[in-house]
């Protein structure tokens, strides 16, 4: 189990993390930025499946191909039959089974960053911007340590190349503190990225969990893997950024790639990382 840390305010919370993370069956990778860049991980030196946690990156890079070409958010796609793969996880799908509709790149991001759709994902990928370019994009941030190579059909197709799309927690962690903190874009792709992450409908027993009724504000997106031949669940993680009443911020990220536990044992471990953190905050 390895750590870092940079700053004596983060030093009871490394602790803490250390011990927690070493006392659960599965193996977790943790990463948290202050709002004064002091940085903790743990377990940070292992390549985690990012699964759709791939689709916030994926966001980024729609984003900024779009306002380079000078594309509204408002734009209308056509949405045929043959974009629905039949099976997948597909809330648009399900609302419009029969395809042949219009919807908006707009509407797109937030099926895809809210509910995590997985047709939404890969209509953007063949439509604006492809795998390697998001890939090349994020690394033009200065984001390193991940790599996208494989869209969701074709994980779907082969579950076995859900390991291509990987990312270290801090990476993960780095790019959502990016994204809230310096204003990458022109405020109306800006704003409505923030908002929607905001808004994210999906792991609401995760990161957000300890945070409900406290004030506190988070922008997440979460990705869930296929699970394990004997039921487990594989690939849990969630990537948030936490805004505090008083003004203050973190980024923080928790990757599980294999559990012991079942899903609900699975998320609470997630849940109770991200109480830990926002603890050791409101104890300054």
């Known amino acids: 189990m390895t750590s870092v840390i940079c700053g004596a305010r983060c030093s009871s919370l490394e602790k803490e993390l250390?011990?927690?993370?070493?006392s659960c069956h599965?193996?977790?990778g943790v990463a948290v930025i202050t709002d004064t860049n002091d940085t903790v991980c743990v377990n940070n030196d292992r390549r985690y499946p990012m699964n759709s946690v791939m689709k916030l990156y994926q966001a980024m890079a729609v984003v900024e191909t779009m306002q380079n070409k000078g594309i509204s958010l408002d734009s209308l796609l056509f949405i045929s039959d043959e974009d629905l793969h039949p099976e997948t996880y597909s809330p648009m799908r399900d609302a419009c089974p029969k395809g042949n509709f219009?919807?908006?790149v707009a509407g797109l991001l937030k099926y895809s960053l809210q509910q995590s759709d997985n047709n939404a994902c890969d209509i953007l990928f063949d439509r604006i911007v492809g795998t390697n370019d998001t890939d090349g994009y994020i690394r033009s941030l200065g984001i390193d340590g991940f790599a996208i190579k494989v869209n969701e059909k074709e994980m779907f197709n082969n579950h076995e190349l859900s390991v291509k799309n990987w990312n270290?927690?801090?990476s993960a962690a780095a790019l959502i503190n990016k994204l809230?903190?310096?204003?990458l874009y022109l405020p109306v792709y800006n704003e409505f990225l923030m908002e929607t992450l905001v808004s994210c409908n999906t792991g609401q027993k995760r990161l957000s969990a300890p945070l409900l009724s406290t004030g506190a504000v988070i922008g997440h997106k979460t990705g869930t893997g296929f699970t394990?031949?004997?039921?487990?669940p594989q690939g849990i993680n969630d990537v948030g950024f936490v805004m505090l009443p008083d003004g203050r911020h973190y980024?923080?990220?928790?990757f599980i790639e294999?559990?012991?536990c079942n899903m609900d044992e699975t998320e609470r471990m997630i849940a109770d990382i991200s109480g830990l953190v926002y603890k050791s905050f409101m104890k300054e």
Not at 18 to 22: A, E, F, Q, R, S
Not at 228 to 232: A, I, R, T, V
Not at 251 to 254: F, K, L, P, Y
Request: proline content about 7%; glycine content about 6%.
């Open 26 to 28: 599965a193996k977790i």
């Open 168 to 170: 270290y927690p801090l």
């Open 180 to 183: 809230f903190t310096e204003r």
């Open 258 to 260: 294999s559990s012991c």
């Open 102 to 104: 219009r919807i908006s």
């Open 228 to 232: 394990s031949p004997e039921g487990l």
């Open 251 to 254: 980024a923080i990220a928790v």
């Open 18 to 22: 250390l011990y927690y993370v070493g």
